[in-house]
């Protein structure tokens, strides 16, 4: 993926990132009251696709290189890739992560959130909280001429200052017309490495971070990652994009946006 030449986005395919960007962070809000015990990921899985039907959009991740579901539902251990399933009924004291990508006239908006099922334990509320940090910490360190080094070295300085790990098996990286493309944007490093950022870069910030041991396994399903501890883990993403003064985030809820 690295290997591929960095696309940047003119104006109007801003304007058509914005669009899906916002789109998926309905998607989220959405599914938001929906995330209780008792409730199966397959049903929230259903309901995404339901929605993103409604709004004329398609469901990016549905048979990408054949991926069996429409969004990512990672409970507890399961770093990322988890597959909706109806025997996996949620549970007070889980946390989830959904991880949405419609498809919107042809470009990709891409976000995810990891979410309290009931009342989580005082372990699991830090580790969900210092991961959302991590991703604010990551996004502040974007703007012409950073390096992608700077994003990854902001959030493993908080994820570690707070005894937690951040998983090096997968990363941040390039979207728009395709869903998966260069840059990588790795959620470690070293400040002042790697490629540098110009203005018209759109790619994703995701740290998972991991109560445990940052190594992963995959397991027989060919998607779902765990930690290999088995010990908890979560994640956020937001979509972004790299302009002339700074960054604008495009997967999040216009009632969220500044007005001013």
Do not use: C
């Given at each position: 993926m690295d290997n591929e030449p960095i696309v940047l986005?003119?104006?109007?395919?801003?304007?058509?990132?914005?669009?899906a960007g916002r789109l998926a962070a309905e998607l989220l809000k959405y599914l938001e009251p929906m995330v209780k015990p008792g409730v199966s990921t397959l049903e929230l899985n259903d309901a995404a696709e339901a929605w993103t039907q409604q709004h004329n959009a398609k469901s990016a991740p549905l048979g990408y290189h054949g991926f069996p579901k429409s969004i990512c539902t990672s409970v507890n251990e399961v770093v990322c890739h988890g597959i909706p399933n109806a025997k996996q009924i949620l549970r007070d004291g889980d946390i989830i992560n959904i991880d949405v990508t419609p498809l919107?006239?042809?470009?990709?908006?891409?976000?995810?959130?990891?979410?309290?099922?009931?009342?989580?334990?005082?372990?699991?509320?830090k580790l969900v909280e210092v991961t959302e940090e991590c991703l604010w910490r990551g996004i502040k360190q974007v703007?012409?001429?950073?390096?992608?080094?700077?994003?990854?070295a902001a959030i493993q300085?908080?994820?570690?200052a707070h005894g937690f790990?951040?998983?090096?098996?997968?990363?941040?990286?390039?979207?728009g017309r395709i869903f998966h493309t260069a840059p990588q944007i790795p959620h470690y490093g070293t400040r002042g490495k790697g490629k540098k950022l110009r203005s018209g870069m759109v790619f994703t910030i995701e740290p998972?971070?991991?109560?445990?041991?940052?190594?992963?396994?995959?397991?027989?399903?060919?998607?779902?990652?765990?930690?290999?501890?088995r010990k908890l883990s979560a994640q956020f993403e937001h979509t972004i994009a790299v302009t002339d003064d700074g960054v604008e985030i495009l997967t999040l809820d216009s009632a969220l946006v500044p007005t001013a």
């Open positions: 986005l003119s104006k109007r395919e801003l304007e058509k990132m914005r669009q919107l006239d042809g470009y990709h908006g891409d976000t995810s959130k990891t979410f309290f099922v009931g009342e989580p334990s005082p372990l699991a509320r703007k012409p001429g950073a390096r992608v080094g700077d994003i990854g300085e908080y994820a570690e790990s951040v998983v090096r098996d997968f990363v941040g990286h390039g979207v998972m971070i991991n109560e445990g041991t940052w190594e992963v396994e995959v397991l027989a399903d060919k998607w779902t990652a765990v930690t290999k501890d």
